[in-house]
Every structure is written in structure tokens, then in C-alpha cells.
């Protein structure tokens, strides 16, 4: 599966022009290599640009640091303008994050299989693997799969934590730090995933798995270090004794499993209150670990671009009154840090356009991240996710992990649906990536014939994405017309990204060869390098536009005055990559 998904990632990466916010990133990428300085994009903390350096650092291309201008302009002048084949630097500059999304695949098995056993551990990372977004987003030099699997790393690492939190509560500290150093949009799972380990610290010392009481303490006299084992722990060992691996005990005792063959959580296993009692404050420590861990991987991620830590902004940072501003100074992160939040709330404060389901809007709509998602969510893992939920919470035996699955992606995607950015699901990309995990509980339900019918929704939903295949942005399931349709409902990320400029090029040279060719592109790259000679129609009388109009779908959906005149008095002939349409005059 993830052998599948890996092609399908390198393939679109090979096949696909810049997107909006690539060149920015692969500059600032490049920027950190070569100058070690934090200059560009401070809305977005350093560490996946480094990532993205890594492989930009072997494609080794020409930088002039000399150049001035803003972001974008500099990721243009490196791609199209240095001397530098924008196809291979941006193959490379994508190459680190497709591995990194295969390794997080590897996450999303191990975190289902420790949950429901092996058989959900790999329905979990079919649903990952086959996930048209994740793909889409996975094969991109961009930071929203990186934030998001950092996110979910953490999150299982604190699960584990449950049975020995002391090897797993610095490793979760460390993935959440990875995430909030990735992205500011993660900062909402901080105190989730603190929670979250204050619980697991909580729980470990309550069953007496925590060998060496913090401080150095002993237990309360009269109690045992570690609890006795419950009825039933020798028909556990004897079975992984056999090679099988329990799925789910009787008496509600959870037997999820770690990679080392020990039962996870066994609800028979108790200590009374007692030998945890006085020890309130203690619990916290397993938050406090989480915090610190985190805090060091952000100062680190900065360290790692300038251990002088200069920070010298190529564009004005706007300042924030009132209690957003107090709460930003009040930080323990780097200056820089502080003056990307400044940033990304000044661009919360702009009106920027939304579309969805064919009505243009200015300002945002909270709703609009749920609808975007049931449109570009495949229809089975919907299905199974919704499943895997219902299971989690109402069985005894998985309740306990289910507030690891569900609460860190309600969290994020309630702070998402307050922000004024309706660009697309790739700021939810937590939803469709824990809904897998979360689908592995289905098999649970002890309902006839329901691994069957697992296994062919599962079916369902990697025939649906092997259809999309190579168009994974423009995605949309069957019950809104496939991704066809997806441009008449959303728009962006969603669907133009500007990633079809070099299919136009060739769609142009090998059937319209010759023809005038009028072009509204929404994107990044320059049309003249790959080859397209055209003129913007917004710019002549519309009697003088003749010939073929090539409009991106994203300039379709917000077409006013001049652009909506002339789209209506053309006749459609074709599209390309779903994503941009071609029309005749």
C-alpha cells in the first residue's frame, strides 16, 4: 500500500507545475541554506523548510541573495529567472516531504494496530494510503502533511505513554514540537496533547507502571511498586506465546498492543486510589515533559537556520493591539516566532474571498471546512471513520483511547472553522489522517458480516481515489460527481492550485498548435517558460477577444464584469487536469 502510494506521490510530483506557495517555501528553503538567515515567510516557523532544504540542497541550484523583493517574487526569480530547470529543483524540493508522508503512514498502522490488532492496523493505513488529499498534499513541497503528521505522532507516542510514559512522553514533546515549529495552525493541539499525557501519566501510575516515582520517591508503604496481574494475564501470554495476538479480551479489558507483544491497557489491571493519593501535583509532570520538550524543538528548529538568532524581515510585520498582542509577547519562543503570529493574525484580519458550492462570498463561513471536507473525503472512509467514532465511544473496552482519536482533530477543526481563510481542506488535513485511525475501531462491532463490509468500503474508497489518478487536488467522491464536478462547488486548493500549467503547455502544442490563445491564469508560474504565448483578454475590448480563452477554474468561480462576459459569450471545447477550462470565441 504504501508501495502504491509512494508512485502515485513521485508521479504527480513529476507531472505537476509550482503551486501557489511552493517557490515561496523552496526560496526560503534555499535562503536558510545558503544565507542562514530567517528573512522570508516568518508566518510559518522554520522546520519544514528545512525539510524542503534537504532536498533542495541536492538539486543545488543558483541563488543570487542580492535579490530584493517580496516572497513571491523571490520564488519566481528562483525558479524562472536564475538559470535554474524549475522541473528538477522542484522535484527535489518535494521528494523530503513524500518520504516523510510514507513515514507517517507507518505511524497511522502503528497507532491503529496498538488500538484493534493487526487486521485494523492495516485497514487504517489503506484508508492513509489511499487518501486522495493526503496524496494531493503529500506529493507537495508545502507544510500542511507535515504539521498534520507531527500532530498525529504525538499524539499516539502519548498513548503509548499510558503504559510507560517515560520512554514515550519526550518523544510525543518532541513530534508536537515538530508540528508548532512546522506551522502556527497546530498551536491548538499544545494543550490537547498536554491533557492528553497528564491523563497518561495519570493512568500509568495509577496501575503502578511507573517503575521510579518522580523526585525519587518510594511508594506509600503497605503498597506494591507495580500492580498484580489481573485475571486472565496468563491466557495473554500463553496466546503471543502461540503467535496470535489478541484483538479483544472478555471482562472489557482492552488488549491493544505495542510493537513488543505487551498488552497496552488492561482495565483489570488496578491499584487502589490510595498509592496515587497526595500525588495531585505529580500528575501534571507528564504535561509539563510534554511543554518543555516541545518548547526546546522550536527554539532548535530556529537555532538550526541562525544560532545568532537574527531575524531581518523582507516585508513590513504588522502590529497587533489589544489582548492578542499582550498574549503574543508574553511567549517563551523565539522574536521571529512572535512576528509570524503577528502576521498570520494580520492576515486573519483581511476580507478574502470564499466559494462554495457555487456562491461567491467575501469573509468566511464556519461551516465551509466541514463541507469542503464531506465533498473531498472518499464516501468509505466517511463511512468507516463515522463508524470507527461510534465504536470508540460506546465500547468499553476501546473508550479509553477515545478521546486520543477524536478530541485532537474537534479541537483543531473547530479553531480552523473560526479563521477567515476558506482555501481548501488542506487545513484540515488532521481530519481524513485520524479518521483512518480511527476507522480501524469499526472492526470492532460485532455486527454480521461487518469485515466484509469493511473490506468493501475499504475497496470502495482506493477504487475511488485510483480513478483520480494523477488529479488528486481537484478530488471530489461520487455522491458530488467525482472531480469533474469538484470546480462548480469549490475552489483553490481545492481544486486549482495552479499546478496544470505545464499539461496546458502541452495540451496547447498538441491540439491547438498556431491559435491565438487568451490566458487568466491563477498561480505561480510564468506561462512564457513552458512554452504558452498569451495575451490577458481582461486587457483588450472583449470584441477583440478571438480565438482560445483558457481560464483557471479558480478565476472561473470568482469571474465578475469584464472576465464573466466573456466566459459567457464562449463556447467550452475542453479542460485540463480538471482544473482549467478551455473555451472557444
Not at 480552523?416 to 485520524?434: E, K, N, Q, S, W
Amino acid at each position: 500500500m504504501l508501495g502504491q502510494m509512494a508512485v502515485a506521490m513521485v508521479t504527480t510530483a513529476v507531472q505537476q507545475t509550482p503551486t501557489i506557495d511552493e517557490p515561496v517555501y523552496v526560496a526560503t528553503a534555499t535562503d536558510y541554506l545558503r544565507e542562514h538567515r530567517v528573512r522570508y515567510n516568518p508566518e510559518h516557523p522554520p522546520l519544514g523548510k528545512l525539510l524542503i532544504a534537504a532536498g533542495v540542497a541536492v538539486a543545488d541550484p543558483h541563488y543570487d541573495p542580492s535579490y530584493t523583493g517580496t516572497q513571491g517574487e523571490v520564488g519566481r526569480h528562483l525558479l524562472y529567472e536564475s538559470g535554474n530547470d524549475p522541473w528538477r529543483l522542484m522535484l527535489w524540493a518535494r521528494l523530503p516531504v513524500i518520504a516523510l508522508t510514507l513515514l507517517f503512514g507507518l505511524v497511522v498502522f502503528a497507532f491503529a494496530r496498538d488500538l484493534t490488532g493487526g487486521p485494523g492496523g492495516l485497514v487504517a493505513l489503506a484508508l492513509y494510503a489511499f487518501s486522495p488529499d493526503v496524496v494531493a498534499h503529500g506529493s507537495l513541497a508545502t507544510l500542511d502533511l507535515p504539521a498534520t503528521g507531527f500532530v498525529l505522532t504525538s499524539v499516539w507516542l502519548v498513548w503509548r505513554a499510558r503504559l510507560r510514559p517515560v520512554p514515550y512522553l519526550m518523544p510525543a514533546g518532541a513530534a508536537l514540537g515538530a508540528a508548532v515549529a512546522t506551522k502556527m495552525s497546530a498551536l491548538p493541539a499544545v494543550p490537547v496533547v498536554m491533557a492528553l499525557a497528564a491523563v497518561s501519566f495519570w493512568v500509568a501510575g495509577r496501575s503502578g507502571r511507573i517503575r521510579r516515582w518522580p523526585g525519587g520517591a518510594s511508594p506509600p508503604a503497605g503498597r506494591q511498586e507495580r500492580a498484580p496481574a489481573p485475571p486472565g494475564r496468563g491466557r495473554i501470554t500463553a496466546a503471543l506465546r502461540r503467535g496470535r495476538r489478541p484483538v479483544a479480551l472478555r471482562r472489557g479489558r482492552v488488549a491493544a498492543l505495542r510493537g513488543e507483544r505487551e498488552p497496552v491497557a488492561l482495565r483489570g489491571e488496578r491499584v487502589p486510589v490510595a498509592l496515587w493519593r497526595g500525588r495531585g501535583p505529580v500528575v501534571l509532570l507528564g504535561a509539563a515533559v510534554v511543554a518543555v520538550v516541545a518548547l526546546a524543538v522550536v527554539w532548535a528548529a530556529y537555532l538550526a537556520v541562525d544560532p545568532g538568532m537574527r531575524f531581518s524581515p523582507a516585508e513590513p510585520v504588522p502590529a497587533v493591539a489589544g489582548l492578542r498582542g499582550r498574549l503574543v509577547d508574553l511567549l517563551p519562543v523565539p522574536p521571529a516566532y512572535r512576528a509570524g503570529m503577528r502576521v498570520q493574525f494580520g492576515l486573519e484580519d483581511y476580507p478574502w474571498q470564499g466559494y462554495l458550492f457555487g456562491h461567491l462570498y467575501t469573509g468566511s463561513r464556519w461551516y465551509y471546512l466541514p463541507a469542503a471536507l464531506l465533498v473531498k473525503t472518499p464516501l468509505g472512509l466517511l463511512a468507516l471513520g463515522a463508524a470507527g467514532a461510534v465504536a470508540g465511544t460506546a465500547r468499553r473496552t476501546l473508550r479509553p483511547a477515545a478521546p486520543y482519536l477524536l478530541l485532537p482533530p474537534v479541537v483543531l477543526l473547530a479553531a480552523a472553522m473560526t479563521g477567515a481563510r476558506d482555501f481548501g481542506t488542506r487545513y484540515a488535513l488532521f481530519v481524513p489522517v485520524f479518521l483512518a485511525v480511527a476507522a480501524a475501531c469499526a472492526l470492532t462491532l460485532r455486527r454480521r458480516w461487518n469485515r466484509i463490509l469493511t473490506g468493501a468500503l475499504v475497496a470502495f474508497a482506493a477504487l475511488s481515489s485510483l480513478r483520480a489518478f494523477p488529479y488528486y487536488l481537484p478530488y471530489a467522491n461520487e455522491a458530488f460527481g467525482g472531480p469533474a464536478h469538484t470546480h462548480r462547488l469549490l475552489h483553490d486548493s481545492n481544486v486549482d492550485w495552479g499546478q496544470d500549467l505545464g499539461r496546458l503547455a502541452d495540451r496547447l502544442r498538441g491540439r491547438y498548435p498556431g491559435e491565438r490563445v487568451w490566458l487568466v491564469y491563477k498561480g505561480s508560474g510564468v506561462p512564457s517558460y513552458y512554452g504558452i504565448r498569451a495575451a490577458d483578454p481582461r486587457t483588450v475590448p472583449p470584441d477583440r477577444v478571438h480565438g482560445l480563452l483558457v481560464v483557471s477554474d479558480s478565476a472561473v468561480a470568482k469571474a465578475r464584469g469584464r472576465l464573466a462576459e466573456l466566459i459567457a459569450s464562449s463556447r467550452p471545447v475542453g479542460e485540463v487536469g480538471h482544473s482549467i477550462t478551455l473555451y472557444r470565441r
